[in-house]
T-cell receptor, first 111, second 112 residues
């Protein structure tokens, strides 16, 4: 079974402070990990994926297979980063590719 | 630009009613998904489809069914709506072999 754990439902940081949104996963194979974001009144959208090793809107995430983690980081939080963030894992289950989402972390950036 | 549309943004139904939620995508994606989104529970997969007329149960299929008669359209059906099905419903599509899922705006369903 594949599982994604986001331990924090709410994370509040001050503008300019570093941000780290935690994500841990459980999967027996080689996982593909993603971060999705949902801004207020907007649809859920892909933020970044681990295979691209990219930085989007200043956010980065590194897959740590030893710790089974894929934490999302940004050195200096901006007010426009306030949103709901979901970590997701794509694996194979029952012969099909399946994406499992975490429960989400609401990031609140305080001005 | 991929566009995934859902037939209603808000819907209010009574217990026992049959409810249809429609989702249409315009990018010829093979894969389509229905999720429900609840605070503290995240996104949970209800049903998915990898091709026309094909459907597979997700993690929480009980009380739901789906229909995929055409490639661009994936319908979620609540045969007899209950109050515990009050939720935000999200549709998504994905090109087969790709990673990114494209989501619709969501339908907020309230069952009274």
């Amino acid at each position: 079974a594949q599982r994604v754990t986001q331990p924090e439902k709410l994370l509040s940081v001050f503008k300019g402070a570093p941000v780290e949104l935690k994500c841990n996963y459980s999967y027996s194979g080689s996982p593909e990990l993603f971060w999705y974001v949902q801004y207020s009144r907007q649809r859920l959208q892909l933020l970044l994926r681990h295979i691209s090793r990219e930085s989007i809107k200043g956010f980065t995430a590194d897959l740590n297979k030893g710790e089974t983690s894929f934490h999302l980081k940004k050195p200096f939080a901006q007010e426009e980063d306030s949103a709901m963030y979901y970590c997701a894992l794509k694996g194979v289950s029952g012969g099909y590719q399946k994406v499992t989402f975490g429960i989400g972390t609401k990031l609140q950036v305080i001005p | 630009d991929v566009k995934v549309t859902q037939s209603s943004r808000y819907l209010v139904k009574r217990t026992g009613e049959k409810v249809f939620l429609e989702c249409v995508q315009d990018m010829d994606h093979e894969n389509m998904f229905w999720y429900r989104q609840d605070p503290g529970l995240g996104l949970r997969l209800i049903y998915f489809s990898y091709d026309v007329k094909m459907k597979e149960k997700g993690d929480i299929p009980e009380g739901y069914s789906v229909s995929r008669e055409k490639k661009e359209r994936f319908s979620l059906i609540l045969e007899s709506a209950s109050t515990n099905q009050t939720s935000m419903y999200l549709c998504a599509s994905r090109l087969s072999g790709d990673n990114e899922q494209f989501f619709g705006p969501g339908t907020r369903l309230t069952v009274l």
